[in-house]
C-alpha cells in the first residue's frame, strides 16, 4: 500500500506553545488529506479535510484559529495546535486520499502538553 | 450522535477459529463502508472495504457482508490468527470523509 508519514512521531511542549506537526505521502500526490484525533480508548474523530491550494474544512465544534492547517503542496500537508493546552494532548493521525473512498494512513503523532 | 457504533467493546476468539466483528450505522448516506485494525500509538490499518450497492466482499481471510436494510455490516476472520490481535474499528465514508465506530478488542488465542 501507499506510505503516509507523519512527524514527529512524539512531541512534549509547555502550555501556551504552538507545535506543528507534518503528514506526507511519500510515494503518490494527495490533493485531500485528513487530520484526525483520538482520545485515549476512543475513536478516530475527524477534524478537519486538507485540500492542497484552498482552506481547510473544518468538523463541527473544532476551531479553526487553534487547529491551523496548511496544504501548500500535493505531498505535504501541516497542522499546527496554536496555543497547546494540556486539554490539547492526544494522538493525532493525518491520512491521505488515494482514490475516492481509499485513505491511507499516517503512523500517528502523540502530544503532551505539560 | 454516534453515526457508527460497534457495540462490542472486546471479543475474545480460540486461534483457528471465526471472528465475528459486528457494526451498526444510522446515517443511510453512507456510501462505502471499510475495516481497519490499530494498534496503539500507530495509525489504521486497511483490511478491507465494501461499497453499499454490494452485500458482501471477500478478500482471503477476511470477508465483509453488508445489510443496507439493517444498517448492518460484519467482518468475519476465518482462520483467525494471533497476529489479528488489535483494535479493529469499522468506518463509514459519505463524500471520501470517514467516521469510524469506537473499535473493538480483538483478541486471538493460541
Known amino acids: 500500500g501507499a506510505v503516509v508519514s507523519q512527524h514527529p512521531s512524539r512531541v512534549i511542549c509547555k502550555s501556551g506553545t504552538s507545535v506543528k506537526i507534518e503528514c506526507r505521502s511519500l510515494d503518490f500526490q494527495a490533493t485531500t488529506m485528513f487530520w484526525y484525533r483520538q482520545f485515549p480508548k476512543k475513536s478516530l474523530m475527524l477534524m478537519a479535510t486538507s485540500n492542497e491550494g484552498s482552506k481547510a474544512t473544518y468538523e463541527q465544534g473544532v476551531e479553526k484559529d487553534k487547529f491551523l492547517i496548511n496544504h501548500a503542496s500535493l505531498t505535504l500537508s501541516t497542522l499546527t495546535v496554536t496555543s497547546a493546552h494540556p486539554e490539547d494532548s492526544s494522538f493525532y493521525i493525518c491520512?491521505?486520499?488515494?482514490?475516492?473512498?481509499?485513505?491511507?494512513f499516517g503512523p500517528g503523532t502523540r502530544l503532551t502538553v505539560t | 450522535d454516534q453515526q457508527v457504533k460497534q457495540n462490542s467493546p472486546s471479543l475474545s476468539v480460540q486461534e483457528g477459529r471465526i471472528s465475528i466483528l459486528n457494526c451498526d450505522y444510522t446515517?443511510?448516506?453512507?456510501?462505502?463502508f471499510l475495516w481497519y485494525k490499530k494498534y496503539p500509538a500507530e495509525g489504521p490499518t486497511f483490511l478491507i472495504s465494501?461499497?453499499?450497492?454490494?452485500d458482501k466482499n471477500e478478500d482471503g481471510r477476511f470477508t465483509v457482508f453488508l445489510n443496507k436494510s439493517a444498517k448492518h455490516l460484519s467482518l468475519h476472520i476465518v482462520p483467525s490468527q494471533p497476529g489479528d490481535s488489535a483494535v479493529c474499528f469499522c468506518a463509514a465514508s459519505v463524500y471520501g470523509k470517514l467516521t469510524f465506530g469506537q473499535g473493538t478488542i480483538l483478541t486471538v488465542h493460541p
Open positions: 491520512s491521505a486520499r488515494y482514490t475516492s473512498y481509499e485513505q491511507y
Open positions: 446515517n443511510s448516506m453512507f456510501d462505502y
Open positions: 465494501i461499497s453499499s450497492i454490494k
